[in-house]
């Protein structure tokens, strides 16, 4: 019996990659945030982690432009171990910064960890189609979701873990982040080797023009121009869901910070899930028709979230079902865009559909402080309004998906 190519020693060396980055960046902000917690106002906290979302997801902005230059020229392997080993650099400086309790410095080190998530996404998308064959990209995308979304809930409990055990001592905390680096720059060295990148790939330090092209040459393209649509509605999302968990359990379910954990885990392991059954039942294709449901049970489910937002149990479910759905919902998009993009240009591709994701989640920021702050609705209300904007963004893309896309299903 042939082994299948989600099996072999690269790919699983890709996987622990990705893991311990995933796992390693939600324990690190969330020794930020509980360390945040500890010695800020109610108030001042109310700004704080708004603005450390948005610094982490801003370099997607910034960078994403030459990042996508570099994953078409250079080998997509030798870019994961290089930002890996800026990894290590990273959670150093934020171990020392940890010693001096220096919170709103600290910002700076969630932003360069943004930065290094940035480099490494165009050459991690691209890694998949290049090195799986087109019947096990449904598959290994759920894959690679499974085991991002797991580390995200172990990195959420553990990092609430590590808070609390050393709620006196956050530098002894923060050693753990750097320990995960050094092991994930190790681990990175058995990714499968990929070709070299395209010569004829040119530099470029622009954040803004190059993105633009790029959107304009996607505009030719309907079915990518859905998926890309449709994918960054996910990250809008998913960053104004996460963002608002920390004040949910806090106001509504009047909680300590483990209950932070449980919920990120919650929703996190729904994902996981919901990606790994979605590519096992794509079965060698790209299923768009889980699309349009999956997102219509998003609204609902984040409706039913917000009228319940009191109730620990209740939560935890409608959260664990919100994950499962966005798994369903997601994983044919993102597949979409990889199977879409033209081989010679995928990391310019991936690397604008970085950008666009970070404009929306950048804009998630800015509804969530708009909501809290100037309207002060209650947390509960903030997923409210989540479920109706995303009953409008499904209604949209139904309008807009292309006729030939509700057929036609294969990843040919």
């Not at 390693?24 to 450390?52: G, H, Q």
């Not at 190790?186 to 499968?192: D, G, H, K, R």
């Not at 009191?310 to 935890?316: D, E, K, Q, T």
Request: proline residues 5%; charged residues 10%.
């Amino acid at each position: 019996m042939k082994k299948s190519p989600l099996a072999n020693t690269g790919f699983a060396g890709f996987i622990g990659t990705q893991f311990l980055g995933a796992f390693n960046d939600n324990i690190f902000k969330m020794l930020v945030i509980c360390a945040a917690a500890a010695v800020l106002t109610p108030e001042a906290k109310r700004d704080y982690i708004p603005l450390a979302s948005a610094l982490f997801i801003l370099p997607y902005l910034l960078f994403s432009a030459f990042a996508g230059y570099l994953a078409d020229r250079f080998s997509k392997r030798s870019v994961m171990i290089a930002t890996k080993a800026a990894e290590i650099i990273i959670m150093a400086t934020g171990l020392i910064l940890f010693h001096f309790n220096a919170i709103y410095t600290l910002l700076a080190v969630l932003f360069c960890m943004g930065a290094q998530s940035a480099f490494f996404s165009p050459a991690k998308y691209g890694f998949l189609p290049e090195t799986l064959p087109p019947e096990n990209l449904s598959s290994g995308n759920g894959a690679t979701q499974l085991f991002t979304f797991l580390a995200i809930i172990l990195g959420g409990w553990a990092g609430s873990q590590l808070a609390d055990t050393y709620k006196a001592s956050f530098q002894t905390a923060a050693l753990f982040p750097v320990a995960i680096a050094v092991l994930g720059f190790a681990v990175s060295f058995l990714i499968t080797r990929t070709k070299p990148g395209s010569p004829n790939a040119k530099p470029t330090f622009d954040p803004v023009s190059p993105h633009v092209r790029t959107f304009a040459e996607m505009r030719q393209n309907k079915a990518l121009l859905f998926c890309l649509l449709g994918n960054t509605y996910f990250w809008f999302l998913g960053a104004l869901f996460q963002a608002n968990i920390p004040f949910i359990v806090q106001d509504d379910l009047k909680q300590g910070d483990q209950m932070i954990g449980y919920l990120q885990g919650a929703v996190a392991l729904g994902i996981g899930i919901g990606s790994a059954a979605a590519g096992f039942l794509s079965r060698g294709k790209i299923a768009f028709h889980f699309v349009l449901p999956a997102g219509l049970l998003l609204a609902i489910c984040a409706l039913a979230f917000g009228l319940t937002s009191s109730h620990v149990i209740p939560v935890l479910a409608i959260t664990a079902a919100l994950g499962v759905t966005g798994g369903f919902y997601q994983l044919p998009l993102s597949t979409g865009i990889q199977q879409y993009s033209p081989e010679d240009k995928r990391g310019a591709y991936l690397a604008a559909g970085n950008a666009l994701d970070c404009i929306s989640m950048l804009l998630a920021s800015a509804l969530h402080w708009l909501l809290l702050k100037p309207l002060k609705l209650s947390p509960g209300a903030v997923i409210v309004v989540l479920g109706v904007i995303t009953l409008g963004v499904v209604a949209a893309l139904k309008a807009f998906m292309p006729r030939d896309l509700k057929s036609v299903k294969t990843a040919d």
